[in-house]
Each structure stands twice: as C-alpha cells, then as structure tokens.
C-alpha cells in the first residue's frame, strides 16, 4: 500500500521494470503462505483472514481458498480499511474510504491475519493494528504479506512472507492482480 | 472538492459520488461497538446556529466527534450575538481560536457566503435563510438512492411550502443532478414567484395538484409547514391545507407500497404528513437521520482531512 500509488483503473498501463514474481511464482508464494499459517495455528480453528485494501483483498481470499483446499474448511475472509487510520491523512488531498467487511463472527478471541501485498515503512500495518483495536480484540494478530522489500520506519515484522525483495528505496515495486489488474506478476524498477 | 460547502453548486456529480461512498463507508460505523475513527484528530470543528435546530446540529455535532475532531455548539441564544455584536465580529473571534470547520446556519440568505469570505476556515451552510441547507439534499438524494437503487430517471415529487424552503432549493438542485425527474407541488400562494424560468432551465416540472403528480411518483419528499407561516394568509387553515397538500391516509393508499415517503423533519402529524404516511414501513424518515450523520462525516472528512489540493 505504501509502495505504491492509488490503484488506478486504467490497467492498460504496462508494468516497467524487472520482474521479480510471475503468476505462477505468486501462485506458489501464497500456498506456502496458507500451509505456514496453518502450520504456526495447527490447523484452521478461529481464523479470520482479513485483506488490506486494495489488493491485500484479493490476496487474503487467494490464502483463504487454499486453506479450503488443504484443511477442507472455510476460513472467514474479510477486508480491513485503514484509510481513516493513515498517519499521513494531512499530507495528502482526502482519500475515500475502501468497504471495511468484518465477517460475521467478529474477531474477538480470533487469530487474526492480516494480508497485504507490499510490506515496506510499516505504517500501513500500524494503520492496520489501530483500525482492528476499534472492532475488537482478537487474541492473535499475523502478518502475511506477498512481498517484503524493507526499509522499516517503524518496529513491526512480517510473520509470513511470499518474497523477500531487497531494494532501494529510489526503486519503485509495482504489484498487479489479475482480480484488480488484467496482468498479474510483481516488478521492480 | 471545493474548500467550503455553501451549496449544492459547489459539487459536481462526482464529489456527490465521492461523498455518497465516504457515507457508506461511514454509515456502517454507526453500527458498531466503538464508533469512533481517528481522521479529524486534532482538528477543531464549531457548529454556529443562529436558528433553532435539534437534529443537523447534533447530527454535525455526533460526525464530528465520531472522527475525533473536537466540536463546540454555539447557539445564537445566550452568545453575545444576542448582545448585539455583528455577525463579522462573532465570526472573526471564533476563528482567532483556531477553528478548522465552520458549520453555520443563519436566517439570512447567502450568510455562510459572506461568511466564507472573512475566515481561513472551511464554512459548512447548515441552512441559510431561504435559500440552501446543502447537506440535508445530500443525504436525502442519499435516502432514495439507497432505497431505489439509482435516481437517474425516478420520479420525485416534492411537496409543501416551497417559498420559504431552503431544502427544497438545495433538493431541487442535488436530485436533477442526479438525473431525477422532479416535480414541486404547492399551493400558488405557497409557489416562489418566478420559478418558472428557474425551472425550465434546471429541467424541473412544477404542479398546483398533488392528486395529479402522486400516482406516477417513484419518491415523495414532504416539506414541513413553518407554524409561523400559518397565520401569514398563505393558506386559509391548516384543516384545508391537509386536505390540498398533506400526504392523508387517503394518498397513502394511491402510493406504491415501496415508494419511500421522506421528510426532513420536524414533522407536523396530522397537517402536512398523517401518522400512517410517517410510520408506514414505506416511509424513510428515520433512514434520513441516520443517512445525515454519516452524510455529515463524509463531508467533514472530504473538506478537513487532506491538505488543500
């Protein structure tokens, strides 16, 4: 979320750049990423997945159906914005707001793990934590992002991680989803 | 968006757009256990009511505090407005404090413009005289959008005391922008003078006869009768106001059974609305209440969370 501008609703612009993950590579990531989360939970008892728009959404709801694959079980997939939580609210025009979707059995008590695309300041998930303290109390919170390029401002970690992608901070890492995007694949450039 | 809101034609059908999904959005906190988001913290919003009012005072007085932005009231009543001091000095002293947010209602029309143009901060129109009470449009074209799905081609038929109707005014411009047929009805004595050029080029229909335009409305929006105005010979009695202009039992009946009934409130049962219109499971007007916090979020975020762009 950070890496990246707004997404923008013409997705005939063309990623630049090297890339880094192909479908297939995100594919793979995000298997290992829901066998890891089950592995660390011992199965899928009280989780909640819940995606960071945009495309932390279409991600979460990627691990959640490979959770079913594997365990047989629907897990609760739901959205968490934090576009009211934003440090940065100031510096920018106003943003609107993405649908916060809580699924129907709330978080208290939950494992709660929370999926973005693009892991870098931090500040998103900082975001994220107060935005999930104002709906209730899970008893666990995960982090789970598809790519990890650095650069923390804040003391905050992933617990799962499709790839860690060093980079510079000049460098810009561009995430496309089929779900959102017409391509799909992560790039650096 | 624009640095105020003073009236309608200060947004177009994109702000409407933005400002619709913001109250989405801001509409679901409303049923939460903590209803409280950070994004006005540290910002200081004054809501300055010169006129009586219950619910867009405490409607802006609850957003703003749902978005942690600290709110003041100050009425008109017991402020040193009823002093004497001019409207530019009360004004002037509230904004050396540091406010971010204006909200004002006035009974003369075009205060908040004036307003706007003596302080820094951002002046919500609350309601100014006869002329326009911008966010009560917004969260009734809101209302209706919700219940029928898209305005674009409805039917909305807006009834009552027309000449001294700021909401109406604003109504009138918010719904046609959204592609709404609107039609106003009113007693002659209750139409404004010279609304026909107004309304052959806003693209709205106007009509002395209420039994003639409810069979076809998609959404009936009431007026309030203003009390003080019945004794100003604008109709002969309240009795036969009712029986030209209120929304009867009677009416009820030639309504649609999910055609919704709105008011803005406060209603006058029994003269212009009949209890079975206002508590008919068809009627929107508690929607509307609850539609107003979330509008008035939306707009406090809009104009207070960014920087200026």
Request: charged share 25%.
């Given at each position: 979320m950070c890496a990246q501008p707004e997404p923008d609703a013409?997705?005939?612009v063309h990623p630049e750049g090297?890339?880094?993950?192909d479908s297939r590579d995100i594919a793979r990531a995000l298997t290992r990423i829901a066998h890891e989360i089950l592995e660390r939970n011992k199965g899928a008892a009280d989780l909640v997945l819940l995606g960071i728009p945009s495309r932390g959404v279409p991600l979460a709801r990627r691990v959640g159906e490979r959770i079913r694959d594997v365990e047989g079980v629907d897990v609760p997939v739901g959205a968490l914005d934090i576009t009211m939580y934003?440090?940065?609210?100031?510096?920018?025009p106003a943003r609107s707001p993405h649908p916060t979707q809580v699924p129907p059995?709330?978080?208290?008590?939950k494992t709660v793990v929370l999926v973005d695309d693009v892991l870098y300041s931090g500040r998103t998930v900082r975001a994220a934590l107060d935005a999930l303290n104002d709906l209730g109390r899970p008893d666990v919170v995960r982090l789970a992002v598809l790519v990890d390029r650095g650069h923390r401002e804040l003391p905050i970690r992933a617990d799962h991680v499709g790839k860690n992608l060093p980079s510079a901070r000049t460098e810009r890492v561009m995430v496309r989803l089929a779900d959102t995007d017409d391509v799909e694949g992560v790039w650096i450039g | 968006m624009r640095r105020h809101l003073l009236s309608i034609d200060d947004l177009d059908v994109d702000d409407i757009d933005t400002l619709f999904a913001t109250a989405a959005e801001m509409h679901d906190v409303q049923r939460r256990?903590?209803?409280?988001?950070?994004?006005?913290?540290?910002r200081t919003v004054i809501n300055l009511f010169f006129e009586d009012s219950t619910r867009t005072r405490s409607s802006f007085e609850i957003a703003g505090k749902w978005l942690s932005a600290d709110t003041i009231n100050i009425a008109a009543?017991?402020?040193?407005a009823s002093k004497g001091e001019s409207l530019r000095d009360t004004v002037l002293t509230i904004a050396a404090m540091g406010v971010d947010a204006l909200v004002m209602r006035h009974p003369a029309s075009g205060a908040a413009l004036q307003v706007s143009q003596w302080v820094d901060a951002a002046v919500i129109n609350a309601g100014d005289g006869t002329h326009e009470h911008p966010t009560q449009a917004l969260l009734d074209a809101y209302t209706l959008r919700r219940r029928l799905?898209?305005?674009?081609g409805q039917k909305i038929a807006i009834v009552g005391?027309?000449?001294?109707s700021r909401v109406f005014r604003s109504n009138v411009l918010c719904l046609t922008k959204l592609g709404a047929e609107v039609t106003v009805v009113a007693p002659p004595t209750l139409m404004p003078s010279g609304i026909g050029p107004w309304s052959a080029q806003a693209g709205f229909a106007t009509s002395y006869d209420l039994d003639e335009v409810l069979p076809e409305a998609d959404a009936v929006m009431m007026l309030r009768v203003q009390r003080?105005?019945?004794?100003?010979?604008?109709?002969?009695?309240p009795r036969e106001y009712t029986v030209g202009y209120g929304l009867t039992r009677d009416r009820l009946g030639v309504?649609?059974?999910?055609v919704p009934i709105c008011h803005p409130g406060p209603m006058n049962r029994g003269l212009e609305i009949a209890a079975d219109a206002a508590d008919?499971?068809?009627?929107a007007v508690l929607d509307q209440v609850s539609a107003g916090v979330a509008i008035r979020m939306a707009v406090l975020y809009h104009l207070l969370a960014g920087e200026e762009s």
């Amino acid at each position: 979320m950070c890496a990246q501008p707004e997404p923008d609703a013409n997705a005939d612009v063309h990623p630049e750049g090297r890339t880094v993950l192909d479908s297939r590579d995100i594919a793979r990531a995000l298997t290992r990423i829901a066998h890891e989360i089950l592995e660390r939970n011992k199965g899928a008892a009280d989780l909640v997945l819940l995606g960071i728009p945009s495309r932390g959404v279409p991600l979460a709801r990627r691990v959640g159906e490979r959770i079913r694959d594997v365990e047989g079980v629907d897990v609760p997939v739901g959205a968490l914005d934090i576009t009211m939580y934003r440090d940065d609210l100031r510096r920018h025009p106003a943003r609107s707001p993405h649908p916060t979707q809580v699924p129907p059995g709330g978080i208290d008590g939950k494992t709660v793990v929370l999926v973005d695309d693009v892991l870098y300041s931090g500040r998103t998930v900082r975001a994220a934590l107060d935005a999930l303290n104002d709906l209730g109390r899970p008893d666990v919170v995960r982090l789970a992002v598809l790519v990890d390029r650095g650069h923390r401002e804040l003391p905050i970690r992933a617990d799962h991680v499709g790839k860690n992608l060093p980079s510079a901070r000049t460098e810009r890492v561009m995430v496309r989803l089929a779900d959102t995007d017409d391509v799909e694949g992560v790039w650096i450039g | 968006m624009r640095r105020h809101l003073l009236s309608i034609d200060d947004l177009d059908v994109d702000d409407i757009d933005t400002l619709f999904a913001t109250a989405a959005e801001m509409h679901d906190v409303q049923r939460r256990e903590v209803k409280k988001l950070p994004a006005l913290r540290g910002r200081t919003v004054i809501n300055l009511f010169f006129e009586d009012s219950t619910r867009t005072r405490s409607s802006f007085e609850i957003a703003g505090k749902w978005l942690s932005a600290d709110t003041i009231n100050i009425a008109a009543k017991g402020s040193s407005a009823s002093k004497g001091e001019s409207l530019r000095d009360t004004v002037l002293t509230i904004a050396a404090m540091g406010v971010d947010a204006l909200v004002m209602r006035h009974p003369a029309s075009g205060a908040a413009l004036q307003v706007s143009q003596w302080v820094d901060a951002a002046v919500i129109n609350a309601g100014d005289g006869t002329h326009e009470h911008p966010t009560q449009a917004l969260l009734d074209a809101y209302t209706l959008r919700r219940r029928l799905g898209t305005l674009e081609g409805q039917k909305i038929a807006i009834v009552g005391d027309l000449t001294h109707s700021r909401v109406f005014r604003s109504n009138v411009l918010c719904l046609t922008k959204l592609g709404a047929e609107v039609t106003v009805v009113a007693p002659p004595t209750l139409m404004p003078s010279g609304i026909g050029p107004w309304s052959a080029q806003a693209g709205f229909a106007t009509s002395y006869d209420l039994d003639e335009v409810l069979p076809e409305a998609d959404a009936v929006m009431m007026l309030r009768v203003q009390r003080e105005r019945m004794s100003g010979g604008y109709f002969p009695s309240p009795r036969e106001y009712t029986v030209g202009y209120g929304l009867t039992r009677d009416r009820l009946g030639v309504l649609g059974p999910d055609v919704p009934i709105c008011h803005p409130g406060p209603m006058n049962r029994g003269l212009e609305i009949a209890a079975d219109a206002a508590d008919a499971a068809q009627s929107a007007v508690l929607d509307q209440v609850s539609a107003g916090v979330a509008i008035r979020m939306a707009v406090l975020y809009h104009l207070l969370a960014g920087e200026e762009s």
